[in-house]
């Protein structure tokens, strides 16, 4: 059975990442799991999985440091690798536990602030998936880059450019917003995320993947 680490449980109550919470949240996002996700893999995450996919060869052990309720890493559990997941968001990480009981599969999970993670690397690989939205400025970003760098071998840092900038992505952002509680606002543009990412790795490329909810920055940082 997968274990589940409560190591800051004030981070739920306090992180500027967290969730909005409404009466009718949970329907909302039961709707969003069972309905509307898989109905918009094949244009969404998919497309970006292909990428973490190929930048995650030759990598055994992985954390995801702000998973959600992503069952990605889930799949890189199947695949044979060693997997830790963590979030601030207890709800999600209990979703996905769940799945991964019912596969039996050896997953670790963990609640943590990812400003605060307490995990000892090195990992092959960290995951770092639309995560910077949700900090509360750039100083916070790079905190927790140069923290994952200490943490990893490489990072995978995937981003959603700035949704104002398409009429099709400020409605889905609309959407996890409004209808999902979602709470990331402080959105960066491609240019910031180049810096970012050169900050970490100088030689470091930086990919568009092109989506039905908008355009994501992905880049491999070899640190």
């Given at each position: 059975m997968a274990k589940l680490e409560i190591l800051d449980p004030g981070a739920v109550a306090i992180a500027p990442f967290g969730r909005l919470e409404l009466p009718l949240r949970p329907l909302a996002r039961a709707t969003h799991r069972h309905?509307?996700?898989?109905?918009?893999?094949?244009?969404?995450?998919?497309?970006?999985?292909?990428?973490?996919?190929?930048?995650?060869?030759?990598?055994?052990?992985?954390?995801?440091?702000?998973?959600?309720?992503?069952?990605?890493?889930?799949?890189?559990?199947?695949?044979?690798?060693?997997?830790?997941?963590?979030?601030?968001?207890?709800?999600?990480?209990?979703?996905?536990?769940?799945?991964?009981?019912?596969?039996?599969?050896?997953?670790?999970?963990?609640?943590?602030?990812?400003?605060?993670?307490?995990l000892d690397g090195p990992f092959d690989a960290v995951l770092m998936k639309n995560l910077c939205h949700h900090l509360e400025n750039l100083d916070d970003v790079r905190t927790v880059l140069r923290t994952l760098a200490s943490t990893g071998r490489r990072i995978l840092l995937l981003e959603i450019e700035d949704p104002r900038r398409s009429h099709v992505a400020r409605v889905w952002n609309g959407y996890y917003r409004i209808f999902l509680g979602d709470k990331g606002f402080n959105f960066i543009d491609r240019g910031t995320f180049v810096a970012l990412a050169h900050e970490l790795s100088p030689s470091a490329v930086i990919r568009t993947i092109r989506t039905i909810k908008g355009n994501y920055m992905f880049s491999t940082l070899d640190v």
């Open positions: 309905i509307v996700a898989p109905l918009t893999r094949p244009l969404s995450s998919w497309l970006i999985r292909s990428h973490l996919r190929a930048a995650l060869d030759g990598a055994q052990t992985v954390i995801d440091v702000a998973v959600g309720d992503d069952p990605f890493a889930l799949e890189l559990a199947v695949a044979g690798k060693t997997v830790v997941v963590n979030d601030v968001d207890l709800e999600a990480l209990a979703y996905l536990k769940k799945s991964a009981d019912a596969k039996g599969l050896s997953v670790r999970f963990v609640q943590s602030d990812v400003r605060h993670l307490p």
